[in-house]
């Protein structure tokens, strides 16, 4: 059902309100002639209203001895606040001149500045026309003041820019209030303000510094100072110009200022991958599909297959910097309004500005924006020279006026104008433009730019419900966009022709117009009502969704942004899930972790069932842990909370549902990978219930295939093979491919790859080493119909080490260094450093020398740093076995020490008898004899209680060596080989067997 967007009945606004009330009036009115009471009421209201009125005030209520004026009700007004205290001090002093014989009253006023709700046209008998508490407040700052005074709130006094002489009463208590408040006191009539003192003349010394800057450079200053100006005009002068700016109500989307740059470059909002070939001639057929990529072409999505996300995000990077190069050589290269960029855009900067060829395009480089805690967060220190851009000096403001104005204004009126501005040129241009030619002295400048902008939007009169409804969309909007939130069909067009008439609009071309500042789109959204908005949003996402799908593939956080504000929060959480899946996969991963955030935000206020919110921040969370994993590695705090969080919300719940079953599998992978057999444990369990309460219909396959496979994973780390091959014959029973291969996309991984790739390992350990060439045959033809590129280094990698087991080490070693180069190539660190771990275990030569030594450490050690701790206990004994080696004895004791002890405590068994055999190994050679003993007594039973046949016969091996090798059942462990297996090992106990 569609939803219908109505004329907005009321808006939001900030006004002034003075509450005036007759002291003592009770007893005079008990014993006065009700007649001559009423005559002073009546002249008492009359001469109030009269003041009130000529102050540009309106009086909304009479009670009784009690008036409320409102100041800036009808149209915003940026004097509201002077104009209310100046009415109420005439006001009361008034009443105190006039008080005499039996009326011998005092009036006393409190004034309090506030936002309210206004109902436009609304009839004082049936509606009040405002709703706030701004009336109340100013009751009670009544209250405090003594006969004939005025009293003041802190609200009212922040806009009166110092016209008053305050004297101020701190720590008041206030009914219906529950923090102290300081009011103040007004003691004079309105004064002269000071003006602000600057050194500069037409920013002469900032031109200046940025001719001469020998770096980028960042303009520092408020809003509304000419950052945007002083740009304009060394842009004008450079002999080419490249300007990327962004936006704040619109902004957030991952590499929107580019994105809204090629867009402009190529003349067309939605580029195809042909436009941006056309236009981007130059460049290689990656950088196209780089760009396509971020403008959401489904043609740049193979890079999705071909690359990590980091050697993605460097990609992207790259080929913005290389396309901007392509437009233009050397001029000038400006990034405008930092503070409004998305966490992606700053990686690209950074890119820009770290590149060596920087210097070599002989481009300048300009970045503005206003003081943003983002500017340290994301641009390295020392990487642009700071420029703070200050308020113009009086003789630079008059120069300016001058300039507005062709001449026209006569002294004083300048001098006034020049005096209210207070330095800000914005302020100064917009309150010429307000005041035409007209120059009065009632005038003033606010302390806030929103006031003076909401009276701008005022002023566009019958325009002001459309821009409005535009302001929903953002600073920039489309013509059709609007039309589609117009009522009963209207036409916006003549309303937007307003607005650029009225300098509140500018035209971008013949369907997309922008507000001419940000601030000015956020007057007049601010000024429309919470239910309003709240439809206008909802109105939004129902045209986005209907009309738009192409722009949400581009950039679905738009969409996720109008579901919150449209209430719509269970949506809004799974489009900023999207979002953040989207930035992930353009190696946006800031952007990435803000969309995880938002949506981790939102989950409190979701609507449904509480099990459908667990549902939701179980999700969340996974999302955020998988984000930071691969920021911050496996073990990061902040990634062990995520999903810590994920396992405590699960625990929790008292039925998780399908919808979580994605999230339980990712977090027990993190939770596996990181070591922590605790969290593991827990997580499979809780999937395993999962999948025991669902039918096994379509969606129940599912979850029992992700929970076979977690059991699968789980067995095989722990070393209980058997077990393990009980669940993967369960999966080979569900599994097809047909079916099943789709759930990589929710899950991050296929599941028979996942659990098919433990099968191989765990049947070399336990000597069913004929298996294995079929089975990794087996994991190549499945990966070959799945056709998935990123998973090749995973199942090349890790393929290599069942053969390696099996007694194939030139096929291992091939397969393995196939599968880095692989991950070399698409940027995989992860398997990249783990790849060459496995290299230095199967390949001995690599660590004979003491820098190979040295660089077995260096890789160990970022297998700790990232966390993937899984492993580390046996590649640290394996390292230590090379220590050994090397006759550094004393080394590799503590090595092989800490590695027993880490494998031992981590209850993941897989490698523990082998981790044994060596240290026993080491322990012998470094004169510790009965603790060899123990260690390898214990490696052997171990070995066959988990049934690792290999890590039996080595441990047997070992022992043959130290003892008679008669006394050692050799003999069955090799009968528990199939016939022709032919591992080393074998080979070797049977020359030791030989007579």
Same mark, same amino acid.
């Given at each position: ?30 014993? #006065? ?100 508490? $701004? ?166 999505? /193979? ?30 290269? /400006? ?13 690209? &900067? ?115 419900? /459309? ?32 607005? $650029? ?38 109105? &939004? ?31 809004? &959480? ?64 902040? $990634? ?210 003491? #820098? ?17 701790? $899984? ?26 020490? &800490? ?97």
């Amino acid at each position: 059902m569609s939803l219908e967007v109505a004329r907005p009945e009321g808006e939001r606004k900030q006004v002034t309100a003075v509450f005036f009330d007759l002291v003592g009036f009770s007893e005079v009115a008990s014993t #006065a002639d009700a007649e001559d009471l009423q005559n002073w009421l009546e002249d008492y209201y009359r001469m109030s209203r009269g003041i009130v009125e000529a102050n540009g005030g309106e009086v909304t209520e009479y009670l009784g001895d009690g008036i409320v004026a409102v100041f800036g009700l009808s149209r915003a007004d940026e004097l509201a606040a002077l104009r209310a205290v100046d009415a109420a001090m005439r006001v009361v002093e008034t009443i105190r001149e006039a008080a005499t014989g039996a009326f011998d009253l005092a009036l006393r006023a409190g004034v309090a500045t506030g936002e309210v709700a206004v109902r436009a046209g609304a009839k004082r008998e049936a509606w009040p026309r405002i709703t706030g508490m $701004v009336t109340t407040l100013a009751q009670r700052v009544q209250e405090k003041a003594a006969p004939n005074t005025v009293m003041i709130s802190e609200s009212t006094k922040r806009l009166l820019r110092g016209r008053f002489e305050l004297v101020s009463r701190p720590d008041q208590t206030l009914k219906g209030f529950a923090e102290p408040q300081t009011l103040y006191r007004p003691r004079d009539t309105l004064r002269n303000g000071t003006v602000s003192q600057c050194e500069l003349v037409g920013r002469d010394r900032e031109r200046a510094a940025l001719k001469d800057a020998e770096k980028p450079v960042l303009i520092i200053g408020q809003a509304g100072i000419g950052k945007t100006a002083l740009v304009g005009h060394m842009a004008e002068r450079a002999a080419a110009a490249t300007i990327l700016h962004a936006e704040g109500i619109n902004g957030g989307s991952s590499f929107h200022p580019f994105k809204d740059w090629i867009s402009r470059h190529l003349g067309d909002l939605t580029p195809g991958l042909a436009d941006i070939q056309r236009g981007f001639g130059e460049l290689a057929e990656q950088d196209h599909l780089g760009l396509a990529l971020i403008m959401g072409l489904p043609e740049g999505q /193979v890079l999705l297959g071909k690359l990590s996300s980091l050697a993605l995000k460097a990609r992207i990077e790259a080929a913005l910097w290389r396309a901007i190069r392509s437009t233009q050589s050397g001029g000038l290269l /400006v990034f405008e309004d930092l503070h409004w960029f998305d966490i992606a855009s700053f990686g690209v &900067i950074q890119h820009i500005l770290h590149s060596p060829d920087l210097a070599l395009s002989g481009m300048q480089i300009i970045l503005t924006s206003r003081e943003d805690p983002k500017l340290g967060q994301h641009l390295a220190e020392g990487s642009t020279e700071i420029l703070p851009l200050d308020p113009l000096s009086e003789s630079d403001a008059h120069q300016m006026l001058a300039m507005l104005s062709g001449g026209r204004i006569d002294g004083a009126a300048k001098a006034r104008l020049v005096d209210r501005a207070g330095g800000v040129p914005l302020f100064l241009e917009q309150l010429y433009k307000r005041a035409g030619p007209d120059f009065g002295t009632s005038e003033t400048v606010p302390e806030t730019l929103m006031d003076l902008l909401a009276a701008r939007i005022d002023d566009t009169g019958a325009a002001k419900p /459309v821009l409005q409804r535009a302001s929903a969309i953002g600073r920039t909007f489309g013509l059709d966009m609007l039309t589609a939130l117009m009522p009963d069909g209207e036409d916006p067009s003549v309303a937007l022709e307003q607005g $650029v008439e009225a300098g509140v609009l500018v035209r971008r071309s013949a369907s997309e117009f922008a507000f001419a500042h940000a601030l000015l789109a956020q007057a007049a959204y601010h000024s429309v009502l919470r239910s309003t908005r709240q439809t206008l949003h909802a109105r &939004i996402v129902e045209v986005l969704q209907k009309r738009f799908p192409g722009r949400l593939a581009r950039d679905i956080a738009v969409l996720a942004r109008h579901q919150m504000k449209a209430h719509q929060i269970g949506a809004a &959480i799974r489009s900023y899930l999207e979002a953040s899946k989207a930035a992930l996969l353009q190696g946006a991963f800031a952007d990435a972790e803000a969309h995880a955030r938002a949506a981790i935000a939102l989950c409190d206020k979701a609507e449904g069932t509480a099990d459908a919110s667990v549902d939701l921040a179980i999700a969340c969370h996974t999302t955020l842990g998988s984000i930071l994993m691969q920021v911050q590695g496996f073990t990061a705090e902040p $990634v062990r909370q995520a999903f810590d969080a994920v396992h405590e919300l699960a625990r929790s719940s008292p039925s998780n549902s399908t919808e979580s079953a994605a999230a339980l599998f990712g977090s027990f992978s993190h939770a596996i990978t990181a070591g922590d057999k605790r969290r593991a444990d827990g997580l499979c369990d809780l999937l395993g219930d999962l999948a025991d309460r669902l039918p096994m219909d379509r969606d129940g396959v599912e979850v029992a295939l992700a929970a076979l496979a977690t059991r699968n994973c789980g067995c095989f780390y722990q070393g209980d093979f058997r077990t393990q091959f009980t669940q993967i014959a369960e999966i080979r029973k569900l599994y097809r491919i047909e079916d099943h291969a789709a759930m990589i996309t929710r899950y991050g991984m296929d599941i028979f790859a996942a659990a098919q790739m433990f099968e191989a390992p765990a049947r070399a350990l336990t000597g069913e080493v004929d298996k294995v060439p079929d089975l990794v045959a087996e994991t190549d033809a499945h990966q070959a119909a799945l056709n998935i590129p990123v998973m090749l280094p995973y199942a090349k990698i890790w393929g290599a080490v069942p053969l390696f087991y099996a007694g194939h080490q030139r096929a291992a070693l091939d397969r393995l260094r196939h599968g880095m180069a692989l991950a070399d190539e698409q940027g995989a660190v992860f398997w990249q450093i783990t790849g060459q771990t496995w290299n230095f275990i199967m390949d001995p030569a690599q660590s004979l020398t003491k #820098a190979g030594l040295a660089r077995f450490k260096a890789n160990l050690e970022l297998q700790r740093a990232i966390g993937a701790n $899984v492993g580390t206990p046996y590649f640290a004994a394996c390292y230590a076995e090379r220590l050994a080696e090397a006759d550094r004895l004393t080394e590799a004791y503590q090595v092989s020490s &800490i590695a027993v002890k880490e494998a031992r405590e981590s209850g993941l068994h897989c490698w523990y008898a082998e981790i044994l055999r060596i240290h026993a190994q080491i322990c012998r050679r470094d004169n510790h004899p009965g603790e060899a003993e123990t260690a390898l007594k214990l490696a052997i039973e171990t070995s066959k209680r988990q049934g690792a046949t290999l890590w039996t016969l080595r441990a047997l091996l070992d022992l043959a060596y130290v003892t008679d090798p008669n006394e050692v059942d050799l003999p069955d462990i090799l009968r528990a080989f199939p016939p022709g297996a032919d591992v080393p090992e074998m080979q070797r106990a049977r020359l030791l067997l030989a007579p």
